[in-house]
T-cell receptor, first 110, second 113 residues
Framework: KNEVEQSPQNLTAQEGEFITINCSYSVGISALHWLQQHPGGGIVSLFMLSSGKKKHGRLIATINIQEKHSSLHITASHPRDSAVYICAPLTGGGADGLTFGKGTHLIIQP | NAGVMQNPRHLVRRRGQEARLRCSPMKGHSHVYWYRQLPEEGLKFMVYLQKENIIDESGMPKERFSAEFPKEGPSILRIQQVVRGDSAAYFC???????????FGQGTRLTVV
């Protein structure tokens, strides 16, 4: 069973700050999703990565497969970034092998 | 190219009624996954389907829950004789093939009263 730990669980920051959310998992994986969920809202897939680093706008995701660790960074954070960010490592071949972290509740204050 | 479409977005059912949740995958996607998110808990896998086949239903409760993905039309998650504990957000995701990136829908929030 894949144990997924996210930190911090809750994070409040000021607009413009650089945000880092960490994810550690316990078993070997083939890839990892970072997901975003707004309160009462749907789930948006931000990244799926299996090595190195990916960048999309102000979001950067990195993964170290050997160390079983991934990070999500947000540069120049904005109140609209306020959401729950969920790390979901993928064991096995398909999304039935996704294990989900409990999420990091991020609030960006203006 | 529309994303994954789920309907209804919100569903209220009385105890004992049936709930039918629909998921239309992204165009070109033939793999569908259903997840449940209980209040204050993380997402949990329920079932994985391909067209006309259930591939993995290891996360689905043995009773009252069923899922299908017919040749034509959306995937359906069906909950019979709903109970208060079934109140949750149900999310569907789809992918083009096994191992490809999965895209999620907006979810259906089921409330059992």
């Amino acid at each position: 069973k894949n144990e997924v730990e996210q930190s911090p669980q809750n994070l409040t920051a000021q607009e413009g700050e650089f945000i880092t959310i960490n994810c550690s998992y316990s078993v070997g994986i083939s890839a990892l999703h970072w997901l975003q969920q707004h309160p009462g809202g749907g789930i948006v897939s931000l990244f799926m990565l299996s090595s190195g680093k990916k960048k999309h706008g102000r979001l950067i995701a990195t993964i170290n497969i050997q160390e079983k660790h991934s990070s999500l960074h947000i540069t120049a954070s904005h109140p609209r970034d306020s959401a729950v960010y969920i790390c979901a490592p993928l064991t096995g071949g398909g999304a039935d092998g996704l294990t989900f972290g409990k999420g990091t509740h991020l609030i960006i204050q203006p | 190219n529309a994303g994954v479409m789920q309907n209804p977005r919100h569903l209220v059912r009385r105890r004992g009624q049936e709930a039918r949740l629909r998921c239309s995958p992204m165009k070109g996607h033939s793999h569908v996954y259903w997840y449940r998110q209980l209040p204050e808990e993380g997402l949990k896998f329920m079932v994985y389907l391909q067209k006309e086949n259930i591939i993995d239903e290891s996360g689905m409760p043995k009773e009252r829950f069923s899922a299908e993905f017919p040749k034509e039309g959306p995937s359906i998650l069906r909950i019979q004789q709903v109970v208060r504990g079934d109140s949750a957000a149900y999310f569907c995701a789809s992918s083009k093939k096994k191992g490809a990136e999965a895209f999620f829908g907006q979810g259906t929030r089921l409330t059992v009263v």
